[in-house]
């Protein structure tokens, strides 16, 4: 679709780690920066602080001109919390002063928390104002959008789900090759993913004599785990390959018995999208947008965060019994297939971009 006028697209540098990187990632993968004449700049790097500096100023200038030239259509920013918002927020204020519209797209499921435990009266003032300036805020999932419309009754809200585009055929195949007892966690290495109180799941099975392996593939507060997993005599049990992406963690997710995420917050991650389609049996904190992924008991299991025991007795039961973990993997896959495909998407994509292109 041929325009002289842009959809300008702000986030993280594809090459970097995390959520957001990942979907507008699988968005190029797909052809959307094809279909439609979207400009990705990106926002911010990995690294230091010059580098995170440089880039940011780098891009306010492209958008500035942009805008200056009269050739943009809207703006589409992702966006997650703290930092990440407050910057973002320049671009607001530049899209306010040329009168473009302008997309906020929150993908971060803590952003309720940010507002009312991080701000203050003024910094909830300008969140306000710019979600009620904003001509579209996206969201992943419905409780977000009911936060939303909860401090701001007329903000225009658009629900778009993440998607996974499938290396592999989405057909349910239940005769992979897993490797018993492999239990992966894929994130970063904090309390708000709950890797913490894995650990303490991980203890509690192996003074009931399960057979284990726990493989923490990301990166994050590397001494307090290793600290950690020593206090617990968990060294041998637990390997931390780094952060993994592509291929490794393909073949990672199809290996593992099952995948496990006990975060405290969150949106509606990329991690068990990706275990579900590569057939991995997903236990998870309910919490968030989770529960739009996981059914209960359907096609995976959840449980309440910071419940160690819990947590540790879902993965108990997933260690001895295969055809359970076989039989949430199945449904998963179908799942993707009805809700977090490119064909689930891509028509809601169509519907918010050919709107500013008309």
């Known amino acids: 679709m041929a325009s002289s006028r842009k959809i300008i697209m702000l986030g993280p540098s594809l090459s970097s780690k995390g959520g957001i990187a990942s979907v507008v990632h699988g968005y190029q993968q797909l052809g959307l920066f094809d279909r439609y004449p979207i400009l990705f700049i990106e926002t911010q790097i990995e690294g230091g602080r010059f580098g995170k500096l440089s880039t940011m100023i780098l891009a306010l200038l492209k958008v500035t001109y942009m805008l200056l030239l009269g050739r943009v259509s809207v703006i589409h920013v992702h966006v997650a919390r703290w930092n990440s918002f407050w910057r973002k927020s320049l671009f607001f204020c530049l899209a306010r002063v040329f009168r473009c519209p302008y997309i906020i797209h929150i993908h971060s ?110 990166d994050g507060e590397l001494d307090l785990i290793t600290s950690k997993i020593t206090a617990l005599g968990l060294t041998g049990f637990v390997e931390m390959p780094g952060w993994l992406d592509g291929d490794r963690k393909i073949n990672l997710l199809r290996r593992a018995q099952m995948f496990v995420l006990p975060s405290y917050t969150e949106g509606l991650p990329m991690g068990i999208l990706e275990a579900m389609a590569m057939g991995c049996p997903v236990i998870a904190s309910n919490v968030g947008g989770v529960p739009d992924q996981i059914q209960a008991g359907i096609s995976g299991v959840l449980v309440e965060p910071g419940n160690v025991v819990a947590l540790a007795d879902a993965m108990n039961q997933l260690l001895i019994d295969s055809e359970l973990g076989k039989k949430y993997a199945a449904m998963a896959k179908l799942k993707i297939e009805d809700c977090f495909s490119p064909a689930a998407m891509l028509p809601i994509m169509d519907d918010l971009y050919q709107f500013y292109l008309r």
């Open 109 to 218: 499921g803590g952003f309720p928390d940010f507002y009312h435990s991080d701000c203050n009266v003024t910094g909830q003032f300008w969140i306000r104002s710019c979600l009620n300036s904003a001509d579209k805020v996206v969201v992943l999932t419905s409780p977000m959008s009911k936060w939303l419309k909860s401090i701001s009754p007329h903000v225009s809200i658009t629900k778009v789900p993440n998607f996974i585009d499938l290396p592999l055929p989405l057909s349910v195949d239940l005769d992979v090759e897993v490797e018993q007892g492999l239990i992966l966690f894929l994130g970063r290495f904090t309390q708000e993913k709950g890797v913490f109180d894995l650990l303490d799941a991980m203890a509690l099975l192996k003074t009931r004599g399960l057979y284990f392996k726990l493989v923490l593939a990301g």
